[in-house]
């Protein structure tokens, strides 16, 4: 038998109320499929009475039971904003915008909380400009804005790469915090902001006016510094991340290794690859290949990213590929590119990049006949390469979005496990 949602007790609460808490904290999963025999739990004066009712609707909605939560809020005689409030975060929790803002458009009186349950939620969602349209309306009905609302715009800035919308947010918080400076959470916010819209020596002065930094902290520099072309300050910031005695996790050991790749630090690389594994028990993922084979593609060590490659513990996915014929390309490698791209359509076969690159590296070295045949096998497959497609920007924003971003699922899926 499930457990039932656990109410919490609230001494603003009669003891009359509370006898009626913990009965339905004890019996509410038993009504799950008979909602309608609810009312049973409570007397005729308690059935107007919204305390018990918004407790049931937030033990379900917190759960993740929103169809049980929603039945029970659609049946309550009042309803309080409390549970408004709980009925729009579950569903934009669960990615479910539509229902939120058809509830949030329902709701008389507003407060803080509905605002940033909805703005929160268009984040989540990847909705970013819906977000930041939100926060608008907010500020035009005249509802302040808190620190919970000021994370999420933050990230729908990072997303977004709006700089400009971003600056002043940060200039929006300045003023609400107090003089002792942006707690670990905001800092890192804006960190991660500004590295992720390009402007570094911001992003540096927040880094370096915080008195107090976490893991977070430093990974975001290291890894803005890494792709926006200061590799060497980002290596150097790694070192005295650890001369601080910060212990670097796996996402550090990322910007790092992107760090080493950009400035041709091959052997440096592979000792942060190793330190890793050995000085940190941290088991390399998906993402630190990447890294490794972007590192020795780029130095042309085309034969040992190969080599590397086939001796990954984990299955190589299309990106890792994708990679190394990038390298091929840049190098004129047209052997090794073939086997590349021939691993690469085993993965996948629906890429016009995929073609488009090996077609070019055919071209480079005069080999008609072979580019003749990639745009056939390009025919065959139904493949069509997209209008005003580029290159090289599409294979750097690929790598750099698989290593960096969040959102992008991790293999650690063994070889001997793949059919």
């Given at each position: 038998m499930r457990k039932p949602?656990?109410?919490?007790?609230?001494?603003c609460?009669?003891?009359?109320?509370r006898l009626q808490l913990q009965l339905i904290s004890l019996t509410g999963a038993h009504f799950q499929g008979r909602h309608g025999n609810f009312s049973e739990l409570f007397d005729e004066s308690a059935k107007k009475d919204v305390v018990p009712w918004s407790a049931l609707t937030s033990g379900y909605a917190k759960r993740g039971e929103l169809d049980v939560a929603r039945r029970y809020f659609d049946d309550m005689p009042v309803k309080d904003l409390v549970s408004w409030n709980v009925m729009i975060t579950g569903y934009a929790k669960r990615g479910e915008m539509e229902s939120a803002r058809k509830l949030f458009n329902e709701v008389l009186k507003k407060d803080v909380v509905t605002w940033n349950a909805m703005i929160a939620g268009y984040v989540l969602s990847g909705e970013c400009k819906k977000a930041l349209e939100m926060f608008e309306e907010m500020k035009t009905v005249g509802e302040r804005p808190d620190e919970v609302t000021m994370l999420s715009l933050l990230n729908a800035c990072a997303d977004l790469g709006?700089?400009?919308?971003?600056m002043k947010i940060h200039w929006s918080l300045s003023e609400m915090v107090s003089s002792s400076g942006f707690n670990v959470l905001l800092g890192n916010a804006l960190i991660d902001m500004y590295a992720k819209c390009g402007s570094i020596g911001r992003a540096l002065k927040v880094f370096q006016d915080m008195r107090e930094k976490d893991v977070?902290?430093?990974?975001?520099?290291?890894?803005g510094l890494a792709i926006h072309g200061h590799a060497e300050e980002s290596i150097n910031l790694f070192t005295e991340m650890r001369r601080s005695k910060v212990r670097p996790n796996e996402i550090t050991f990322v910007g790092v290794l992107v760090a080493c790749s950009h400035a041709g630090r091959v052997n440096e690389?592979?000792?942060y690859f190793k330190l890793m594994r050995d000085g940190y028990n941290i088991e390399p993922n998906i993402?630190?290949?990447?890294?490794?084979?972007?590192?020795?593609?780029?130095?042309?060590?085309?034969?040992?990213?190969?080599?590397?490659?086939?001796?990954?513990?984990?299955?190589?996915?299309?990106?890792?590929?994708?990679?190394?014929?990038?390298?091929c390309r840049i190098h004129g490698n047209v052997e090794l590119g073939s086997r590349a791209n021939a691993r690469l359509l085993k993965?996948?076969?629906?890429?016009s990049g995929d073609y488009v690159l090996l077609s070019n590296i055919y071209a480079s070295k005069g080999e008609w006949d072979r580019v003749e045949k990639v745009r056939k096998m390009m025919d065959d497959t139904g493949v069509r390469k997209d209008p005003g497609y580029s290159l090289i920007e599409d294979e750097e924003k690929a790598l750099i979005d698989f290593l960096f971003n969040s959102k992008s699922k991790v293999s650690l899926r063994p070889k001997n496990l793949v059919q």
């Amino acid at each position: 038998m499930r457990k039932p949602p656990i109410l919490k007790a609230n001494p603003c609460f009669s003891h009359h109320q509370r006898l009626q808490l913990q009965l339905i904290s004890l019996t509410g999963a038993h009504f799950q499929g008979r909602h309608g025999n609810f009312s049973e739990l409570f007397d005729e004066s308690a059935k107007k009475d919204v305390v018990p009712w918004s407790a049931l609707t937030s033990g379900y909605a917190k759960r993740g039971e929103l169809d049980v939560a929603r039945r029970y809020f659609d049946d309550m005689p009042v309803k309080d904003l409390v549970s408004w409030n709980v009925m729009i975060t579950g569903y934009a929790k669960r990615g479910e915008m539509e229902s939120a803002r058809k509830l949030f458009n329902e709701v008389l009186k507003k407060d803080v909380v509905t605002w940033n349950a909805m703005i929160a939620g268009y984040v989540l969602s990847g909705e970013c400009k819906k977000a930041l349209e939100m926060f608008e309306e907010m500020k035009t009905v005249g509802e302040r804005p808190d620190e919970v609302t000021m994370l999420s715009l933050l990230n729908a800035c990072a997303d977004l790469g709006d700089l400009q919308v971003g600056m002043k947010i940060h200039w929006s918080l300045s003023e609400m915090v107090s003089s002792s400076g942006f707690n670990v959470l905001l800092g890192n916010a804006l960190i991660d902001m500004y590295a992720k819209c390009g402007s570094i020596g911001r992003a540096l002065k927040v880094f370096q006016d915080m008195r107090e930094k976490d893991v977070s902290t430093w990974n975001s520099v290291i890894g803005g510094l890494a792709i926006h072309g200061h590799a060497e300050e980002s290596i150097n910031l790694f070192t005295e991340m650890r001369r601080s005695k910060v212990r670097p996790n796996e996402i550090t050991f990322v910007g790092v290794l992107v760090a080493c790749s950009h400035a041709g630090r091959v052997n440096e690389g592979r000792q942060y690859f190793k330190l890793m594994r050995d000085g940190y028990n941290i088991e390399p993922n998906i993402r630190h290949y990447g890294c490794m084979v972007d590192m020795l593609g780029r130095a042309g060590l085309l034969d040992e990213a190969f080599k590397f490659i086939d001796s990954m513990v984990i299955e190589p996915n299309a990106i890792i590929w994708r990679t190394l014929l990038g390298a091929c390309r840049i190098h004129g490698n047209v052997e090794l590119g073939s086997r590349a791209n021939a691993r690469l359509l085993k993965i996948r076969r629906d890429e016009s990049g995929d073609y488009v690159l090996l077609s070019n590296i055919y071209a480079s070295k005069g080999e008609w006949d072979r580019v003749e045949k990639v745009r056939k096998m390009m025919d065959d497959t139904g493949v069509r390469k997209d209008p005003g497609y580029s290159l090289i920007e599409d294979e750097e924003k690929a790598l750099i979005d698989f290593l960096f971003n969040s959102k992008s699922k991790v293999s650690l899926r063994p070889k001997n496990l793949v059919q």
